[in-house]
């Protein structure tokens, strides 16, 4: 009987402990429910430095908001250090020029940005008509003329790069 007793209490510690545990996995997924609109909107990240070769350069930090099904035009967050001008002959996504380019507060970026892009950046939204394609190049020149470019996907990079079999 004692046995009984032994085992039928290591259970319901076992419950209990379990039961625990689970309160606090419902309040993570509860809290990155909240965060997953806020992160649906940022698709891929990059970061290009273009070397001006005496030391110094223009740092760019391009970020792809996906746009949605209705949408017929692809979005872009650029983040410039030191703070430049941005002009529509200075941008091209895949060899097409700009159709918007807007300056942006620190307070207009979405939260998910305002917390991992430096405050001494000047910050852009750009906005290039739709590609059917893929794979996109952003290609950047700065006031100097220095061009750099960078890859973009419109799913997981590993997907679409990978070989066929």
């Known amino acids: 009987m004692t046995g ?45 430095i273009l070397n001006h070769g005496d030391g110094n350069g223009t740092i760019v930090i ?3 908001l996906p746009s949605g099904k209705t949408e017929q035009l692809e979005k872009f967050i650029l983040a410039l250090y030191p703070q430049e001008q941005l ?16 300056r942006l507060s ?13 405050g001494w950046f000047a910050y852009y939204s750009v906005t290039f ?9 952003l290609t950047v020149r700065d006031a100097e003329g220095v061009q750099g470019s960078m890859p973009f996907y419109k799913g997981p990079k590993y997907l679409i790069t990978r070989p066929k079999f």
């Open 4 to 48: 009984l007793l032994k085992y039928s209490g290591m259970a319901m510690l076992l419950v209990a402990a379990v039961g625990c545990a689970s309160k606090e996995d419902r309040s993570l997924y509860a809290k990155l429910h909240e965060r997953q609109p806020e992160l649906k909107t940022l698709q891929q990240s990059e970061k290009l």
């Open 62 to 64: 391009a970020n792809y």
């Open 87 to 102: 002009t529509h002959d200075s941008l091209r996504l895949s060899g097409t020029k700009p159709v918007e380019i807007k």
């Open 106 to 118: 620190r307070r207009a970026l979405p939260a998910t940005l305002r917390r991992t892009l430096p």
């Open 129 to 137: 008509p739709y590609q059917r394609v893929k794979r996109m190049i």
